[in-house]
């Protein structure tokens, strides 16, 4: 094995000798009954952001769905596959959580490889391309508006207006924009800085994140 696997199977082991063994009840109570997360957090592939270590979260708390860019696709119910509309709709009609969270953060790759995209350096690839492109419109957007920024500053608002954009799209699944209206379900907006540690949510009638004071 490479020194990856070797990495990998090697924390298997400290995990199953340490807290798998300190907590064996209660992952057997885990497994014997139907999973009750207490919300859904929509996260990006990056390695560096791991939801339950942000929040410390425990097991069963956490539905997480993770793509490129923390993107939510709009609601199409048609044959084609949809990963993330799946997680969804199971997590929000099956499981019954009543918290959906969009979780962005700064150093996204997916949102780079869109703002190359819109400056004329489209990324290679038969899925990425089509996949950021959820996000077109926040880059023309952005970079129309404040073009005068530089590079940093201009990706930081493309995180997190892609953030708010698909808070939007999580409103075109009927199952969502129902129970938000009945007030079953509530949406939120995160934005994490992987460097500085801070989480920011966003305040819908400010229009903008505001960080969590410690």
């Not at 885990?30 to 990006?44: E, M, T």
């Not at 959820?134 to 952005?142: M, N, P, R």
């Not at 969502?176 to 007030?183: D, L, Q, T, W, Y």
Request: net charge negative; proline share 6%; with cysteine.
């Amino acid at each position: 094995m490479d020194d990856a696997i070797d990495s990998l199977i090697a924390g298997y082991r400290a995990f199953r000798k340490g807290q798998y063994r300190q907590n064996e009840e209660r992952y057997q109570a885990l497994a014997a009954r139907r999973q009750k997360p207490k919300a859904l957090v929509i996260a990006c592939c990056d390695s560096r952001t791991d939801p339950a270590m942000v929040f410390q979260s425990d097991p069963g708390e956490l539905f997480v769905v993770r793509n490129v860019a923390n993107l939510v696709p709009p609601y199409e119910p048609d044959s084609h596959y949809h990963g993330t509309s799946a997680a969804l709709e199971f997590g929000v009609k099956s499981l019954g959580i009543k918290d959906v969270i969009v979780m962005g953060h700064a150093g996204c790759g997916g949102i780079e490889a869109l703002h190359d995209g819109a400056r004329g350096t489209p990324p290679p690839g038969d899925f990425v391309p089509n996949w950021i492109s959820l996000a077109g419109d926040v880059a023309a957007q952005v970079i129309e508006k404040h073009g005068d920024l530089d590079r940093p500053s201009t990706l930081r608002l493309m995180e997190q207006q892609a953030v708010v954009a698909s808070l939007d799209r999580l409103r075109t699944f009927p199952f969502i924009a129902e129970r938000e209206r009945s007030g079953e379900l509530k949406l939120h907006g995160w934005f994490y800085g992987i460097g500085t540690g801070i989480l920011s949510v966003y305040d819908a009638d400010r229009e903008q994140f505001v960080d969590v004071i410690e």
